[in-house]
Nanobody
């Protein structure tokens, strides 16, 4: 059974960078679409970025040009590199996965979730 564990969150100053990791166990991510979501208490969750099993990628408008999603098949891990961080990027970041028979990714329909990692952007 696929399990996901996020790591890499922390406190960073505005303009700084962080790299989040989503490490998978129990199954290979080869045939899974993987997405990153973020959640701020009291607000609706937001899809941030996703990567298909064919490495097609998609980004929310709010992070385009600043965030990069990438897959390392050898490590069975998906990364989210976040540059030029803003205070409004602060949230709990979750990764999620969905088995896909085609090269698809989106921001709904993910049955497997990690527990999240906190990102704080503050001076």
């Amino acid at each position: 059974q696929l399990q996901l564990v996020e790591s890499g969150g922390g406190l960073v100053q505005p303009g700084g960078s962080l790299r989040l990791s989503c490490a998978a166990s129990g199954s290979t991510l080869e045939h899974y679409a993987v997405a990153w979501f973020r959640q701020v208490p009291g607000k609706e969750g937001e899809g941030v970025s996703c990567i298909s099993n064919g490495n097609f990628t998609s980004y929310a408008d709010s992070v385009k040009g600043r965030f990069t999603i990438a897959r390392d098949s050898a490590k069975n891990t998906v990364y989210l590199l976040m540059n030029s961080l803003k205070p409004e990027d602060a949230a709990v970041y979750y990764c999620a996965a969905a088995w896909a028979s085609i090269a698809w990714c989106g921001f709904s329909g993910y049955p497997v979730w990690g527990r999240g990692t906190q990102v704080t952007v503050s001076s």
